[in-house]
């Protein structure tokens, strides 16, 4: 599942104050000095192992229809074999 950095950022700088008492500012170090850095170093590269990336997160319906059905496949032919 991939999301675009800035709704990631977005949703992080929310979460972390509202959920966390954290300040903007706090959230922003954050995330220059670990988050990002860790997310291009550790993240990013594995993309080219998936075989499949679904953009815009759990709202893409019509990716997300398509692995639910390749799972429910998987799992008929799974009770079918001997």
């Known amino acids: 599942v991939d999301t675009d950095s800035d709704l990631r950022f977005i949703r992080r700088l929310q979460r972390d104050i509202t959920e966390r008492g954290r ?3 706090s959230v922003i ?15 990013e590269p594995t993309k080219r192992y998936a075989d499949i990336i679904i953009p815009e997160g759990g ?10 059905a390749r799972i429910e496949a998987l799992l008929g032919r799974e009770h079918l074999a001997p």
């Not at 170090?29 to 993240?43: G, I, N, S």
């Open 23 to 25: 300040t903007t500012e």
């Open 29 to 43: 170090h954050q995330y220059l000095k670990t988050v990002r850095p860790m997310h291009l170093e550790f993240v």
């Open 59 to 68: 709202l893409n319906t019509v990716a997300l229809d398509m692995v639910v």
